[in-house]
């Protein structure tokens, strides 16, 4: 499930929307603000601005930490080190491991 998506670029049935009072009828279960798993994989490519991935960070270390089950989030940003929340996720106490995927070799197509 994706916690950033929308009824235009979501690839499963549920997940997570700016707008959920329209998104719902599409799949939308909320925002990504007020989604907290006990359980599961997740995946969550936040809209890069540098506050939105600070308050996701701090939102999914809260709700690690309220988990005592398997819970696990794929988190898909650029490597902005100098921002604080790049190092808020990099430094986080439930960081397992980063992946850096130079950029070429990869493509991000936004929007299509």
């Not at 700016?18 to 279960?29: H, M, Q, R």
């Not at 989604?35 to 809260?62: C, K, Q, W, Y």
């Not at 950029?103 to 197509?109: A, E, L, R, S």
Request: charged residues 25%; negative net charge; hydrophobic residues 40%.
């Amino acid at each position: 499930m994706e916690l950033f998506a929308s009824p235009l670029n979501s690839r499963y049935v549920r997940f997570c929307s700016a707008f959920p009072d329209v998104d719902g009828a599409f799949g939308s279960v909320g925002t990504a603000w007020t989604f907290e798993p006990t359980s599961g994989s997740f995946e969550a490519n936040p809209p890069f601005a540098d506050a939105v991935i600070e308050r996701m960070a701090d939102h999914l270390e809260g709700v690690l930490g309220r988990s005592d089950e398997p819970l696990s989030f794929c988190i898909v940003v650029p490597k902005w080190e100098s921002t604080v929340g790049w190092r808020r996720l990099k430094g986080g106490a439930f960081c397992r491991a980063v992946i850096e995927v130079k950029q070429k070799d990869h493509y991000y197509c936004e929007g299509t």
